[in-house]
Structures are given as C-alpha cells and as structure tokens.
C-alpha cells in the first residue's frame, strides 16, 4: 500500500513538473497586426509574416491580423502602435506623419516615378538604412516602407485636365502640410479622413472626391458612389507598416531577428504579386463601369509642375526632413 502511494506521489509530482514546464515551450508572445484594408498586397504581406514568424519561432510568438480597420480607425491604430497595445500595423503614410514629422519625405510628389521605381529608391542601402532611424525617439520603427499604389483620385465629377481640381473637397491621406498644400494649389479643398470614414463621406456627398490606391477603390466597392477614377502623374501611394520598438526588445534579440528577417522576405510581394493586383483591381473597375483617367502629357506636366516645387518647399522647411528629402531625390535619381 504504501509502495502503491508512494508510486502515485511520484507520478504527481512528474506530472506537476511536466505542467509547469509547459510554458517554457508553449506560446509567449502574441503579434496584432492591423491594416484598414483587406485582401491587398498588404493583407499578403501579413500572412506570409505570420505563417513566417511562427513557423520560424517555434510557437513562441502567435501572430494574430486584423484587416478593414477592426482594431478601430487609423488615428486609434497609430497611436495604439507607439503605445504598444498594437504591436504592429499598416496606415496610410499621412497618418504616421502625426507620430513622426519624417515619414512626410514618402509623400513628397514627383519622388517616385511609380511603384517600383520607389521599391528601388528604399531599398538602396543608405536610404535603409536612413529609413532605420525614423521613429526612433518615437518608438517605433519601420518594418517596410510599404510602396503601396499609384495615388489616384475618385471623384464624382470627372478630373481630366488640371482646371477640373479647381473647388473640389476632396480627402486626402492626411493633414500634415505635405499632403495637403500641394493639392491647395490645385484648387483642392483638402479634408483629412481616415479610410473607414471615406466610403460614407463619398456617399452622401460630404466629399466630393477622395485619394487612395485601386485596391481600397474596388475591395469596398466605391464604384458604386462615383465613377471616374483619376492616376495622379508621378504621385506614389506608400503604406509603411510600422512596429512597435519595445515589442522587439521584449521578445529578445533571437526572435526579434526573425520578426526582420520574415518582414524582409515578405517585402518582395510588393513587386510582382502587388503589380499584377493593381492591374487586376483597374480590370475590376471597369468591369463594375468605372472609368480610369490618365491625364493628357501636357496637362500631367502642369500638374507636376504645381505639386512638385510645392512639396520640396514644405519639406525644406524643417532641416533634418530636407537632408531627408535630398537623399531620397539623390537616390531616385540613382535608380531611374
């Protein structure tokens, strides 16, 4: 009987040791990361890191994605980012402008002459590396700076020339002056609106037109509140999707490596497989009856012309943004 006891006893006791150790091999980290879009090129990037981080980390980080917006609108995202109740996250780069006054470099007009031209331009080696810095003393820090889109314009009256921009109200990505004072000499009323309060706005005419990428345009269905759909010449929508810094030091060196390393592999979805779903997305809107305007050459040279010298003048206004400018431009030209 006592055999018998003392058998059990050691059983529990093997037991107990099995249930506490347990956690030591489960999971310890969970990732939210949040996007105000879905089934983009973003969304892929996200699955890919997730599949990435946690097949590489062996359990230890659970990566959890939340698209169209459901951890709350993107001002709540930014901020929830820099707090660290989201540890990751994608926006439009006006949004994250409010959070660190250098992101406004990625929406200087004329920087990038399209998508993969501005793939090219942040992935030269000193502008990575320059890119590191952002945030810093704000933290957060870049994952990948996310070359989203051609920006384009949706409108309810049509913008096929220059004049056309003349008193519309339209939202733009932002509120930070390089988002909107190029778009004020074009006659522009701009309004800062989340993506989430677009769709609305657009419906009841609040607006009457609104900036973003085709993918937004045709995954919410916008063809069916207005129609023409305008390519704004050399004008690049960029998404960075930012991390939280103390995030990467709390889950230690060894995993925080594979976070970068995953997000890094994971970038190159924003060439072809982005590429191929932007043409795809123009396809779908002309299917659903919209149309897609490019403007005639002489008239995207007038608005390059207005937007372009605008942008460089709001960014040479503080000096640490203009070095940033002047080694973006130096590298675009490089990789043209």
């Given at each position: ?16 040791g099995i249930l506490a150790a347990a956690p030591a091999v489960a ?151 390089i988002q909107v004072e190029p778009f004020k000499k074009l006659g ?137 400018y002047d080694a973006f431009v130096e590298a675009a030209k490089k990789?043209?």
């Amino acid at each position: 009987m006592r055999a018998t006891i003392g058998k059990l006893a050691a059983i529990g006791i093997l037991a107990a040791g099995i249930l506490a150790a347990a956690p030591a091999v489960a999971q310890q980290f969970t990732m939210k990361l949040s996007l105000p879009t879905i089934n983009d090129v973003v969304h892929e990037y996200f699955k890919a890191l997730k599949a990435g981080i946690e097949q590489r980390s062996g359990g230890k980080i659970k990566v959890d994605i939340y698209p169209a917006n459901q951890l709350g609108q993107l001002p709540a995202v930014v901020e929830g980012v820099a707090l660290g109740t989201i540890e990751a996250a994608s926006s439009a780069n006006g949004f994250w402008v409010s959070l660190e006054p250098r992101f406004q470099v990625f929406d200087a007009p004329g920087l990038f002459d399209g998508v993969l031209h501005g793939i090219k331009t942040t992935n030269d080696p000193a502008i990575r590396a320059r890119m590191a810095t952002f945030g810093a003393d704000k933290g957060v820090e870049i994952l990948t700076p996310g070359i989203y889109s051609p920006m384009m314009m949706l409108t309810h009256k049509a913008v096929r020339t220059v004049a056309d921009f003349q008193g519309q109200k339209v939202r733009t990505q932002g509120g930070a002056p390089i988002q909107v004072e190029p778009f004020k000499k074009l006659g522009i009323l701009p309004v800062s609106l989340p993506l989430g309060e677009a769709l609305p706005a657009m419906q009841n005419r609040t607006i009457d037109g609104m900036i973003a990428g085709v993918a937004p345009f045709t995954a919410f269905k916008y063809y069916d509140v207005a129609k023409p759909l305008t390519f704004l010449p050399a004008t690049t929508l960029v998404a960075p999707i930012v991390i939280n810094k103390q995030f990467l030091t709390k889950i230690g060196p060894e995993l925080a490596a594979i976070v970068k390393d995953e997000s890094r592999k994971a970038e190159a979805l924003f060439t072809d497989w982005n590429m191929n779903s932007i043409k795809a997305g123009e396809e779908i809107w002309r299917k659903n009856g919209g149309e897609i305007i490019t403007l005639p050459p002489a008239e995207a040279k007038r608005y390059i012309d207005v937007v372009v010298p605008t942008g460089a003048q709001v960014l040479s206004a503080n000096p640490r943004i203009k070095a940033d400018y002047d080694a973006f431009v130096e590298a675009a030209k490089k990789h043209r």
